[in-house]
T-cell receptor
């Protein structure tokens, strides 16, 4: 069965620190997609990234970077030089090609203190 | 270019009542999915509509039903409301039914008393 685990319930760091959010997934499919979404206090989920299972290249977008490792079934998210505006709940999600429903982790609440 | 819109923003209902939530997808999107998000949890998939038909359904009872209109907008109906139905209901849209990124609306906060 598919499952997404975000073991970190809450992380609190001081502004400008780097922070990594962990995501571990389980799936029997060989083809699947992984996503990260951000949910600020306003409640609207904001799409950050989608990766497919055949592309293990790490990706960097500004202060955000993602590390995808199939060997450990992990898709971790790092924010470099964090800012207060990064405070939000971050969700990792999985989608299999056999069933395109998004399976979500429980989310990690990130608090950036000024 | 308008994103996904939902109405109403907030809603308070009594147990046993019925509620209808509405969603307009992002321009160019033809697939709408609905999610329920309880406080402190990740979203749970309710169902997905494409070409005016329910294509996939999550583990939700028949009290939850939906509809998609020719203009791709969608409604979520919940009958015989229970206290446990209190949650944020999120609508997401995308193109097609594949694993493409979904864009979410701001949600409707439903409180059942």
């Amino acid at each position: 069965a598919q499952k997404v685990t975000q073991a970190q319930t809450e992380i609190s760091v001081v502004e400008k620190e780097d922070v990594t959010l962990d995501c571990v997934y389980e799936t029997r499919d060989t083809t699947y997609y992984l996503f990260w979404y951000k949910q600020p206090p306003s409640g609207e989920l904001v799409f950050l990234i989608r990766r497919n299972s055949f592309d293990e290249q790490n990706e960097i977008s500004g202060r955000y970077s993602w590390n995808f490792q199939k060997s450990t079934s992990s898709f971790n998210f790092t924010i470099t030089a964090s800012q207060v505006v990064d405070s939000a709940v971050y969700f990792c999600a999985l989608s299999e090609v056999s069933n395109y429903q998004l399976i979500w982790g429980a989310g990690t609440k990130l608090i950036i203190k000024p | 270019d308008a994103g996904v819109t939902q109405s109403p923003t907030h809603l308070i209902k009594t147990r046993g009542q019925q509620v209808t939530l509405r969603c307009s997808p992002k321009s160019g999107h033809d697939t709408v999915s609905w999610y329920q998000q309880a406080l402190g949890q990740g979203p749970q998939f309710i169902f997905q509509y494409y070409e005016e038909e329910e294509r996939q359904r999550g583990n939700f009872p028949d009290r939850f039903s939906g509809h998609q209109f020719p203009n791709y907008s969608s409604e979520l109906n919940v009958n015989a409301l229970l206290l446990g139905d209190s949650a944020l209901y999120l609508c997401a849209s995308r193109t097609g039914t594949g694993a493409y990124e979904q864009y979410f609306g701001p949600g409707t906060r439903l409180t059942v008393t």
